[in-house]
């Protein structure tokens, strides 16, 4: 949708693609790969934080739960809502499957209004 209403210029994918030089499934692998490992890397260092007391802990572990639960919401929302995938947005969460659209290639760009 945002590619097709020419707004893909802000994102990680759109990106990549300019600053790599890579095509859009090249990009889309990548910017998968990329959040998959700064996952783990959350994950780990979530496992290696040190303790700080009790009183200071019980933030710290609000504050981690609250960046997860952000990133899951966001996920959650992104395939809610027509942004992204236009009318198709439930197909593709179900399975993961995009179909890109051109600039000016856009019947759904009026949910975007």
């Keep these: 949708m945002e590619r097709a ?17 890579m095509g859009i499934q090249e990009a889309a692998d ?8 700064r996952v783990a890397k959350f994950l780990d ?6 303790s700080f007391g009790t009183d200071i802990d019980v933030g710290v ?10 990133v899951i919401g966001n996920i959650m929302w992104s395939f809610d809502t027509p942004r992204y995938f236009g009318v ?3 197909e593709v969460k179900k399975t993961r499957v ?13 949910l975007l209004d």
């Design 30 to 37: 990548y910017t998968a790969a990329e959040f998959t490992a």
């Design 5 to 21: 209403k020419g707004l893909d210029g802000n994102n990680f994918v759109t990106v990549a693609m300019r600053e790599k030089r």
């Design 88 to 90: 198709h947005h439930d």
């Design 98 to 110: 995009v179909y890109v659209k051109n600039r000016g290639d856009d019947a759904d760009a009026h």
């Design 45 to 50: 260092d979530e496992k290696a934080l040190p």
């Design 61 to 70: 572990q609000k504050y981690i739960y609250s960046i997860t639960q952000w």
